[in-house]
């Protein structure tokens, strides 16, 4: 009897169809996920009694009652949010250098590049902070709690831990990954800047209608630096800056500025 090899046949590696079933894979176990859990985050919230700028979104949340297990929960989770992240190195690896090339990682300019993170951290941050207000007084925002964690020894370090995991998981995977696979589908620079800016606004949904706008802006800010000058450690470096900030500067300015929080 004949075997039907054709049916058998292994999918090209280059081909479309393959390509898409891998960042599928990738962003349903990665920030895809997320933005569909923001979608309809943003649903429940829309349809409550209670009105958008009324609610709260906490970030950094305690994980257990007991301090020492709550510090092995929050590592944990750190240590598992960056699989998908190894998945997408492990999935552009190149053999020859830079093994990290496709994904704008190269690491012959630490300093310029951290230089550079800082000063888009500036950039970004300030108008950043003056959106999420105007959000909250335009009532399209909820208050957002970037920490409800105890005050422990490890708390700082875990929140900068924290801050780190968002920065390389989002600029990794949002901006690197599917920069280079949207690039092999043969989408043009613009196309795949717009796209990934609304992934990154709608899995901010969460944090309100303001929070996918400003999170849009920002993605098509860096998703043009990216395309210019094809460096993504400046937006990881940026990215973490920003989100540590937030994350250990909270408490501070929640007795400084109460009004603001209320």
């Known amino acids: 009897m004949r075997v039907a090899t054709r049916a058998f046949a292994p999918v090209s590696l280059d081909s479309p169809r393959r390509i898409w079933a891998e960042v599928s894979i990738v962003l349903a176990l990665s920030l895809g996920a997320s933005a569909v859990y923001s979608l309809v985050s943003i649903i429940n919230r829309l349809t409550q009694s209670t009105a958008l700028s009324e609610q709260t979104a906490t970030l950094n949340t ?41 994904l704008g990682i190269d690491f012959t300019r630490p300093v310029r590049d951290g230089l550079s993170g800082l000063g888009l951290a500036v950039v970004v941050g300030v108008p950043g902070i003056a959106v999420y207000l105007a959000g909250r007084a335009i009532g399209i925002s909820v208050t957002v709690v970037p920490t409800a964690l105890d005050a422990y020894w490890w708390t700082v370090p875990v929140l900068v831990l924290s801050a780190l995991r968002a920065g390389i998981t989002e600029e990794v995977i949002v901006i690197g990954y599917l920069y280079s696979r949207l690039r092999d589908l043969g989408w043009g620079p613009w196309r795949i800047i717009v796209a990934s800016a609304v992934l990154r606004g709608t899995y901010h949904l969460y944090q309100g209608i303001g929070a996918f706008f400003g999170n849009v ?39 400084t500025f109460p009004a603001l929080f209320s």
């Open 62 to 102: 305690s994980l257990s009652a007991r301090p020492t297990f709550d510090l092995i929960y929050q590592l944990l989770a750190v240590f598992f949010d960056l699989a998908p992240v190894a998945l997408v190195v492990f999935l552009l690896w190149r053999s020859a250098r830079p093994h990290l090339g496709a």
């Open 217 to 255: 802006a920002m993605g098509l800010l860096f998703g043009w630096l990216y395309t210019r000058y094809g460096r993504l450690l400046p937006l990881v470096v940026a990215h973490t800056v920003i989100d540590t900030a937030v994350f250990v500067g909270y408490p501070w300015a929640v007795a």
